[in-house]
């Protein structure tokens, strides 16, 4: 079903205020992130926000959603979001990269409520999605796991032999979404280590593929109803996306990867997110 | 297989005929009837690792993802971050080295419940030369915080092995050989407890820690050494290299003062590497030497003749004893008053 007028009101909202907190995580961090963080903030406020069964009172809920962050440098853009929904108080956010917080770079699932798993090595995270959907099917659970892959970490091969495998099996419950910003540290992708054409390589591997802009609500919606729904063929979801979205001047810079932001710089984010909101 | 097994009650028989992993297949697939949360993973190594009767029983448990051990150990991973107990069997090599960082990093830093049968280990795969030998594992494994390290020494201690491990909460990597190795355990009952090393003969000249298939090897020649060159030699099994039993290793020092390991691995890292580390805490001073594979890669061979050629046999490990006892330590003036 469509989204409404006022779900997508909604969740540009709530993606804004999303995109605020990141900017004061990622003053508070000295440093985090921030543009592949902000690339994925529509994806993953639609999934919290609309299709994702959970309780932040209980979250080792057996037959919950799960979610794991492959691209698990992002912590710092979901952090925030776990914070939102009432995992933990968001005031602890201050800590993030201090001396034996539970918050770092890549956040850790023993110390971090509501995060489903530690990622941070890239690659590592389809295979554990994987798990936990073949888990559920074990299990007789009807839960969906999603997985948030990195287009930079489409280059590890362990991601390829998990892709095989999840088609191999049908795990229609497993529902990987690329987050595909186009950059990687040290350029371009296409330009590093090109992953092209990334849709065929998935159809070739078993996949049915739905891409979307990233951005919009609307495109999303139909993408994960569909995605939710397939049962002949797993789906992934390509999400071309913006890095820094929502922030004019982080937005395709490869040098707001990971960067360091002052007072005034904040200011300034701050004012570009709700400009472009 | 000339005989129906039934139960977890192992015979003579049955250590005899059995090889290590066909007892771990048996054990599994028996554990499995009771625990409805046991899934077993391979990498096409079903047959090698025997876990084919796991197959056979609860094929809806069972998970083979072709020759992909990264995503072995991550789908693991994701399952025991589930509520399942997934059991996962490939060789050693592959284990701790191919999907070293999945084994770290997804399962125990998150100190999951994942169970990695690593069979082929040391050199128990020895005409697959040096790409299929493991003799790192044991230093790999005892690196990763959160990790159990357990060496069977043959079948019916592989089977008390994995029945510990399934009670035991967190990860445990146990390692077995290919499963042609003649057994020392003739029955289950001898109090198998993770870290908690048996004392197989009692002596005081000298101390041999054994683990693996070296731990019958070395009661062959303590008993050898006790008949014909009249030199009292102790035996400990060390199943267990983490956590190691500390208590047995200083009680041991302060026996014999003479210290012997053997292990079918590197002598850097693993089984000896281990009883130095804490012989040198205690403060309690002793001769101290390792038997094991040096530090390069492995020849070709039948196990057996590997055995012998790098003195893990009974062979060697008797001529390895007579080189310590006639080793001259009197030099130290006070070596009778150190402990």
Not at chain 1, 107 to 123: C, M, N, R, Y
Not at chain 2, 173 to 199: C, L, M, N, Q, W
């Amino acid at each position: 079903m469509p989204l409404s007028d006022k779900e997508i009101k909604d969740l540009k909202e709530k993606a804004a205020k999303l995109r605020n907190d990141i900017v004061d995580v990622t003053f508070w961090a000295g440093g985090a992130h921030i543009g592949g963080a902000m690339s994925m903030v529509d994806i993953i406020t639609i999934l919290y926000n609309k299709y994702m069964k959970y309780d932040p009172q209980n979250p080792d809920l057996e037959d919950r959603d799960r979610f794991v962050l492959s691209k698990g440098h992002a912590g710092v853009g979901f952090a925030p979001l776990l914070a939102e929904k009432g995992f933990f108080d968001k005031e602890t956010l201050k800590t993030f990269n201090q001396f034996n917080s539970p918050f770092g770079m890549h956040l850790d699932s023993l110390k971090v409520k509501g995060l489903d798993a530690s990622t941070g090595s890239l690659g590592h995270g389809l295979p554990i999605a994987l798990g936990m959907a073949l888990a559920a099917r074990v299990k007789n659970l009807d839960y969906k796991t999603y997985c948030l892959i990195g287009d930079g970490e489409m280059n590890e091969g362990s991601n390829w032999e998990a892709i095989m495998a999840a088609a191999h099996y049908n795990a229609t419950n497993l529902i990987p979404i690329v987050d595909f910003n186009k950059r990687m540290i040290d350029g371009e992708v296409k330009d590093i280590m090109s992953i092209d054409p990334l849709a065929d390589k998935w159809k070739a591997f078993g996949f049915d593929v739905i891409e979307i802009d990233g951005h919009d609500f609307n495109q999303l919606n139909e993408a994960l109803e569909k995605a939710n729904a397939a049962s002949e063929r797993p789906v992934v979801i390509i999400a071309h996306t913006i890095k820094g979205k929502g922030v004019d001047f982080m937005e395709d810079e490869t040098k707001w990867h990971y960067g360091s932001i002052d007072s005034t710089v904040v200011e300034k984010a701050k004012a570009s997110i709700a400009a472009n909101s | 297989m000339a005989k129906e097994i039934l139960g977890t009650t192992w015979t003579v028989y049955d250590a005899d005929t059995l090889t290590q992993a066909e007892i771990y297949g048996q054990v599994l697939t028996d554990l499995g009837k009771k625990h409805p949360e046991i899934v077993a993973l391979t990498a096409d190594l079903a047959k090698s690792t025997k876990i084919g009767k796991f197959q056979d029983e609860f094929p809806e448990r069972f998970f083979n993802v072709g020759i992909a051990e990264q995503n072995l150990f991550g789908v693991a991973a994701g399952m025991a971050k589930s509520g399942l107990l997934p059991v996962v069997s490939t060789m050693a090599a592959f284990a701790s080295m191919r999907a070293a960082e999945q084994v770290r990093t997804d399962i125990c830093y998150q100190n999951l419940n994942v169970k990695i049968i690593a069979t082929h280990a040391g050199l128990s795969f020895g005409s697959a030369g040096s790409t299929h030998h493991c003799t790192e594992d044991l230093s790999i494994m005892r690196a990763f915080p959160n990790m159990t390290v357990v060496v069977p020494a043959d079948g019916i201690e592989t089977a008390n092995a994995v029945k510990a491990a399934i009670a035991h909460e967190g990860p445990v990597y146990i390692r077995i050989g290919r499963g042609f190795e003649p057994t020392y355990y003739k029955s289950e009952d001898y109090g198998f407890e993770i870290g908690k090393a048996v004392k197989l003969r009692e002596g005081t000249d000298i101390t041999i820690i054994a683990t693996g298939v070296a731990v019958l090897q070395a009661a062959e020649a303590a008993d050898f050494l006790k008949e014909n060159d009249n030199i009292s030699v102790e035996v400990i099994n060390m199943h267990t290299i983490k956590p190691i039993d500390r208590e047995a290793i200083i009680d041991a020092v302060k026996n014999s003062r003479r210290i012997l390991t053997v292990e079918e691995h590197n002598t850097f890292g693993g089984l000896g590497s281990a009883v130095a580390e804490v012989i040198v805490e205690s403060g309690v001073s002793c001769a101290f030497e390792k038997v094991g594979i040096p530090d390069e890669f492995s020849i070709v061979g039948y196990p057996e003749d590997l055995y012998s050629h790098y003195k893990l046999d009974s062979n060697g490990i008797i001529d390895k004893v007579r080189e310590v006892m006639g080793k001259d330590f009197e030099e130290d003036d006070n070596w009778e008053d150190e402990v």
